[in-house]
């Protein structure tokens, strides 16, 4: 007798809260109708492969034990191991770490990164532990997830809240239970450890790299084109300086610390500097201080949301005067937002694909610990510019062919890359 299954929601989610599970749902449905005979796969893009729970216990410095609440989603690895980062956040929820997961499948396929897509998590709020405790944690967290994953199974990486040191910790963790030194079980390591050169700066150096194919495309010189960038840490003042240095005219700059304005352009090499002695852009006297929410309306060919999630909403898409918008941040428009954005005209280049030069240098941290072979900062560079152009290059063909958004394409090429891969492996057994 046969069954035909009729809702995708497990039962452990709330449907009356989905969260940002609920988003990545919307926009699986948002790509179905382009996927052909291979949309009778897309459930497996509904359910993650594997969802692990893990009671974190530690004994604090002052004696008591905490435990936290940790996580590690494989949301599909039919196209190779998981791969996706670890975040350390009071606010994390499975939801959230599935709807990461699932966006690391995306970014990955997207990309043509033999990764499947993963994510990990811990709900702590890390500034309120030492950072004895905090190895402690991290340890703790990396032998109860130990289980699945591995340099052939599943590689975390660094995200919000958790950094080369983290990789280190977990990295030895992992070694000492297998018994051998495994430094491909994690990337985004000390370069001591078999970290790569360039992984710092590569998510900036990627979201340079496709917004000059996007400006290509629009008919955009970089060359004085004007520039706004919010988040003025890794992804956004890396990006930052590479335009600088290609001779565009960073004109506003947005962090947690204020807004700088100066028509003429911004001083960004001295911003920088501004930045690491402070702490943030706020005070810079190479600008005039700018009101928050105008900084969103200001005229520009490029606007690079670099910091936060939800910060282009219908509260002020529409007011939104740039040309093009890269995503440097993860998910930093809202789905309203952004049919608002298409109906005026902006060019928007997708999370998936503009931040991905992140994970494509992970992959080269991999592939050199895998053959202990080390490649130079150059060649580095060079692969991840290539791979970048190649994967805007694809995603911009299905948007011209179909007539859809990059974020609708990237998508549809992403999602037919990983159904592609489930239907020739079939279904084991
Ligand atoms: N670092 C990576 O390799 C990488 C890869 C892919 C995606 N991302 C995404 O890029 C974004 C930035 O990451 P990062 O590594 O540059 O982080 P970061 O910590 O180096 O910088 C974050 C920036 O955001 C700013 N910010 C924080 N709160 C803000 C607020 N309320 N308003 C305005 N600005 C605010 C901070 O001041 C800082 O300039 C995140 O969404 C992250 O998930 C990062």
Known sequence: MSQTPTHALPSYLNPEDLGPWGNYLQQVDRVTPYLGSLSRWVET??????????????????????????????????????????????????????????????????????????????????????????????????????????????????????????????????SMNEGATATGVVTGKPIALGG??????????????????????????????????????????????????????????????????????????????????????????????????????????????AALESQITVDNAAKVRAKIVVEGANGPTTPEADDILAENGVYVVPDVLANAGGVTVSYFEWVQDFSSFFWSEEEINQRLERLMREAYASVAQVSREHKVTLRTAAFIVACTRILQARQVRGLYP
């Open 45 to 174: 893009l509904k359910r993650p492969k594997r969802s692990l729970i893990v009671d974190v216990p530690i004994e604090l410095d002052n004696g008591t034990i905490a435990h936290f609440e940790g996580y590690r989603v494989q949301h599909n690895v039919s196209r190779g191991p998981g791969k996706g980062g670890v975040r350390f956040h009071q606010d994390v929820t499975l939801s959230e770490v599935m709807a990461l997961a699932a966006w690391m499948s995306v970014k990955n396929a997207a990309v043509n990164l033999p990764y499947g897509g993963a994510k990990g998590g811990i709900r702590v709020d890390p500034r309120k532990l030492s950072a004895s405790e905090l190895e402690r944690m991290t340890r703790r967290y990396t032998s109860e997830i130990g289980v699945i994953i591995g340099p052939s199974k599943d590689i975390p990486a660094p995200d919000v809240n958790t950094n080369a040191q983290t990789m280190a910790w977990m990295m030895d963790t992992y």
């Open 196 to 305: 790569s050169l360039g992984r710092v700066e590569a998510t900036g150096r990627g979201v340079f790299v496709v917004a000059c194919e996007a400006a290509r495309d629009r008919n955009i010189d970089v060359a004085g084109a004007r520039v706004v960038v919010q988040g003025f840490g890794n992804v956004g003042g890396t990006a930052a300086r590479l335009f600088h240095e290609a001779g565009a005219k960073v004109i506003a700059a947005q962090d947690h610390t204020g807004t700088v304005h100066n028509p003429a352009g911004l001083d960004v090499h001295k911003l920088l500097s501004h930045v690491s002695q402070t702490g943030g852009v706020g005070g810079f006297s190479g600008g005039q201080a700018l009101d928050k929410a105008e900084f969103w309306t200001l005229e520009t060919e490029f606007l690079i949301p």
